[in-house]
């Protein structure tokens, strides 16, 4: 059975352009029937309007307080059907209601518990990384608690870093694996929820 996603975004909406075409092309089952973007002018709406989602921008200004913001959100996502919401490069926290506990889930661009919480998003992220010397970074899908990239994990990807990383060389080959682990995660939740 065809399950409706929320998908949350704050910047570029890589992520939901990816979904957009895989659920648009039959390889997931799955149907968008919201992308929530919290800030104007950001590339997110501009994708969302070119794969015809449904689209609301919330506090685009960022003026509502994080009650009042995720009151708003949730109405938004209720009222638009969804089962389950991703969040994509969204970086606000958002309160959980109890309806929707255990059907958030977030990708984060490193092997958590390495390098997550309160600040650790995009090139913070992979600065990180390299400052520490690591030898392997990734990206993890998981499900969303009350605190920043906490929640069970559901998949996790890996690639090497490489001698004479920058910082942008690490975003990309992450990235690419985000791009195939976030819909395996999907895939993987979306069976073992019918099942439960």
Not at 44 to 57: M, T
Not at 118 to 142: E, I, S
Not at 167 to 174: F, K, S, Y
Request: aromatic share 6%; proline share 4%; with cysteine.
């Amino acid at each position: 059975m065809t399950q409706s996603i929320a998908i949350l975004v704050s910047g570029s909406g890589r992520h939901l352009e990816n979904f957009a075409r895989l659920t648009q092309n039959g390889s997931l089952d799955a149907k968008i029937s919201l992308a929530l973007c919290d800030r104007d002018g950001v590339g997110a709406i501009d994708r969302a309007r070119a794969a015809n989602l449904p689209l609301v921008v919330l506090d685009g200004q960022r003026k509502l307080d994080t009650k009042a913001f995720g009151e708003a959100a949730w109405a938004a996502i209720r009222q638009s059907g969804a089962q389950t919401v991703l969040l994509a490069g969204f970086l606000r926290l958002l309160p959980i209601p109890e309806d929707f506990r255990g059907r958030i889930l977030n990708i984060h661009p490193s092997l958590l518990p390495a390098f997550g919480g309160k600040g650790f998003y995009g090139n913070r992220v992979h600065q990180a990384v390299l400052a520490r010397g690591c030898a392997v970074t990734g990206c993890t899908v998981h499900l969303v608690e009350e605190e920043f990239d906490t929640g069970p994990i559901l998949l996790q990807r890996w690639c090497a870093v490489e001698a004479g990383d920058h910082p942008g060389d690490l975003a990309q080959r992450v990235f690419e694996l985000e791009l195939e682990a976030y819909p395996a995660a999907l895939r993987q939740y979306l069976v073992a929820s019918e099942g439960s």
